[in-house]
């Protein structure tokens, strides 16, 4: 019950963390620059443009709504683009991060979910991806994410912040009913950038890279379904609203999907071909990022059941082929 606090509600996963949240009695409140958002992805609760650099915005919505939690999911958060400019991933996700963790402390809101990733991880050969494994980012984004975790351990210590931080594998699919998507401008993201080939709004797919150490040489991802994510999101705010420890969850299956057999599962799915072109690896892309751990099934209870491939492209598919925002 009572407000929570979204940043990055406008986005792809914030949007679907939205419609959890309202499914389960509570109102997001939607911060966000709609910097890669959309200000139709806001459907389950108010929305309040503002950008995390500017602190005073930040202060004025503690004030306003008296957020019982916030859920950060407001970032830059694309590999290729944090190589070129590692700049604006520190400005962004780890200034912006520390302005919004000041103003929650300030409030007296001490209660945080937030979205890390296993870019943290970095690469690691026959490494089990747990939660305890080391952390060491191979691109500026998974390092600005690692610092925002060593964030809240701080604030943890001296202001008694009390967080979970989920550490997402590749997150794809979309709101099985159809009210928000994946809706990304320009698309980066493997699942997306397959369905545009596959309906011709794009030449082709283009491989990133086939000489990897895989059994197809291509990079293997570990996919879990958006809507499978968000009900973990509820779940971990449960936990923290109920006097759980501030903990760390993998969000992953533990199965890991190469680029080939995404690609083969589309065509299955779609019952269409897709063109496609081998190109050189991608700057800062990992091998192999796949889980290896069962924490959060097995202390939040989080089952996923929408996470296998086919469900996964079939909905994204759906939302594909209706879906879009127009600001
Ligand atoms: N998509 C994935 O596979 C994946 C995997 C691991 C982690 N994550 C993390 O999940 C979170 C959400 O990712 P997404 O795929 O929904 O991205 P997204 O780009 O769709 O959403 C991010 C949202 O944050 C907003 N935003 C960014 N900077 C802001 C700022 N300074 N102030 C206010 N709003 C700002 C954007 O406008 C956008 O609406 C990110 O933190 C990302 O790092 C995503
Ligand atoms: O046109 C493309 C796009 C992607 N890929 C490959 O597909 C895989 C997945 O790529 P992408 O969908 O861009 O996701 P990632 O770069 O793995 O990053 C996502 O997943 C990370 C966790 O692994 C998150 O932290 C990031 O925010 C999120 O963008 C990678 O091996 C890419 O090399 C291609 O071969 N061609």
Partial sequence: MGNVLVTGGAGYIGSHACKALRAAGMTPVTFDNLSTGWRDAVKFGPFVYGDLLDRPVLDTVFEEYSPVAVMHFAALSLVGESMRDPGLYWRNNVSGSLNLIEAAVAAGCRTFVFSSTCATYGEQDNVVLDETAAQQPINAYGASKRAIEDMLRDFEASHGLRHVIFRYFNVAGADPEGEVGEFHRPETHLVPLILDAIDGKRDALTIFGTDYDTPDGTCIRDYVHVGDLVDAHVLGLKWL???????????????????????????????????????????????????????????????????TMKQMITDAWRWHQTGHYEG
């Fill in 241 to 307: 609203q109920e006097g759980g420890e501030s903990r760390v969850f993998n969000l992953g299956t533990g199965t890991g999907f190469s680029v080939r057999e995404v690609l083969d599962e589309s065509r299955a799915v779609t019952n269409r071909a897709v063109p496609v072109v081998e190109g050189p690896r991608r700057p800062g892309d990992c091998t192999r990022l796949v889980s290896g751990s069962t924490r959060a099934e097995a202390e939040l209870g989080w089952h996923p059941r929408r996470s």
